[in-house]
């Protein structure tokens, strides 16, 4: 089966898999979930528990006005969808999907450490005394 692999911070690939579970959890790295957010048959495949793992951002859903929604974090991959089972993109949708991912991708900001509040010195006023 003929798929668009998408990596964070890489130009999209095609590759062929064998369209097993297996193969599929291991381009994802776990379990995976299709979603479908595209009017074409064809599905987006990443890893389930993606964000919950804090794998890198990778890419952005937009809606109809290129507005995001969401993102995809961990490696997703694009398949074309049959009547009951994933199946190869066609080269029309392969060309489509490359184009779009290869000119947009997600920049992941490293965390900043927090400022340590040192704590405030209690001054005697002549009142306390």
């Not at 974090?73 to 779009?100: A, H, M, P, R, W």
Request: hydrophobic share 35%; glycine share 6%.
């Amino acid at each position: 089966m003929k798929i668009l692999v998408v990596e964070p911070m890489k130009t999209p690939t095609v590759q062929e898999i064998d369209g097993s579970l297996r193969s599929m959890q291991e381009l994802v790295g776990g379990t995976i979930q299709a979603v479908y957010p595209f009017d074409d048959p064809v599905a987006l495949v990443c890893n389930d528990e993606g964000k919950l793992l804090g794998l890198p951002w990778n890419r952005a859903l937009t809606d109809d006005h290129g507005v995001p929604y969401d993102i995809v974090c961990g490696t997703f991959f694009v398949v074309g969808i049959g009547d009951e089972n994933f199946t190869s993109l066609t080269e029309q949708q392969i060309e489509k999907y490359k184009n779009k991912y290869s000119h947009e991708m997600i920049l992941s900001v490293p965390k900043q450490p927090q400022a340590q509040k040192k704590p405030m010195k209690k001054e005697k006023h002549e009142y306390e005394r």
